[in-house]
Structures are given as structure tokens and as C-alpha cells.
């Protein structure tokens, strides 16, 4: 396997990865602050909401990246220069569909960890600085105004 040989398939692996990721964190933690609404109040109730929409969005995360994952491995095992669509080709050859969900247990584990994680953390340095999702909005409009009048990129 050359350096760049699996390029294609991280990126086909990454991409669906963190698209789904946050779209599901976001949609799932918006659906339990509508169950939930003095979660928005309370500061532990709403990391609890942070780390369940990080537990789904890294459940859905591995569901999505998992035929890559699974491309990938085929590709650091093959003893030749195997490129991903050849390594594609050899899993669903050799193991059917479900070849490319070999492994989806641990990594419902695995990323269902990590992302949690990584949204708590982020959602406690954000809580901690005192900064909410409407000063996020409000410093963005007023960058891409800035960005706009100054003939910046926007």
C-alpha cells in the first residue's frame, strides 16, 4: 500500500463520518431539550443531554463510516498494492453486505465513547466560559458582516 493509495477511501470514511456525527448530535440534543426544556436551565441536566447526543451521533458515526473502515483494513492486509475500489470489491467478494459491518460492535463502543466525550468536553468549556449558542450566532453574523463590507471573502 502507497502512501496515498487510501486517500479515496478516508476520505470516504471521514467525510460521512463528520457530517453525521454532528448532524445527529444536533438534531437528537435538539429533539431531548424539546422533551426536556429546564435542561436548558440547568447546567448538569444539560451536559447529561451533551453526552446522549454524543452517544448517538458516534453510534450513527460508526453505522455510516463502517464500510470504509472495513475497505481500509482489506487495503493494510492485502500483500499487493490493493487500491480501495479493489479492496471494496474483495470484502462485499469474499464476505458479502456484510463484510463491511465486520467490527461494528466495538466501534459502537468505540465512538459512542470518544464523541460523547469530545461534545462534553466542548459543551463544558463553552458552559464554563459563559458563551451559549445565540452568542455563537450573534459573533458569526457580525464576522460575516464585517467580512462582507470589508470585501473580505463573503
Not at 458516534?58 to 463502517?66: E, K, L, M, P, R
Not at 465486520?102 to 458563551?131: C, E, N, P, T
Amino acid at each position: 500500500m502507497t502512501l496515498f493509495s487510501a486517500v479515496p477511501a478516508f476520505l470516504f470514511k471521514e467525510i460521512p463520518f463528520a457530517t453525521t456525527k454532528f448532524t445527529s448530535y444536533s438534531l437528537f440534543t435538539q429533539y431531548l431539550f424539546s422533551k426536556f426544556p429546564a435542561a436548558q436551565e440547568d447546567l448538569a441536566l444539560s451536559l447529561y443531554i451533551s453526552l446522549a447526543g454524543g452517544t448517538f451521533g458516534g453510534i450513527c458515526a460508526a453505522v455510516v463510516s463502517n464500510p470504509a473502515d472495513a475497505t481500509i483494513s482489506e487495503m493494510k492486509k492485502a500483500k499487493t498494492d490493493l487500491g480501495p475500489f479493489g479492496a471494496a470489491k474483495l470484502v462485499y467478494e469474499q464476505r458479502g453486505i456484510g463484510g463491511f459491518f465486520k467490527g461494528l460492535s466495538i466501534r459502537f463502543f468505540f465512538y459512542a465513547l470518544l464523541i460523547s466525550m469530545q461534545f462534553f468536553i466542548y459543551d463544558s468549556v463553552r458552559i464554563a466560559l459563559g458563551i451559549g449558542a445565540d452568542d455563537l450566532k450573534l459573533y458569526l453574523d457580525v464576522l460575516g458582516g464585517a467580512l462582507k463590507d470589508s470585501g473580505g471573502p463573503v
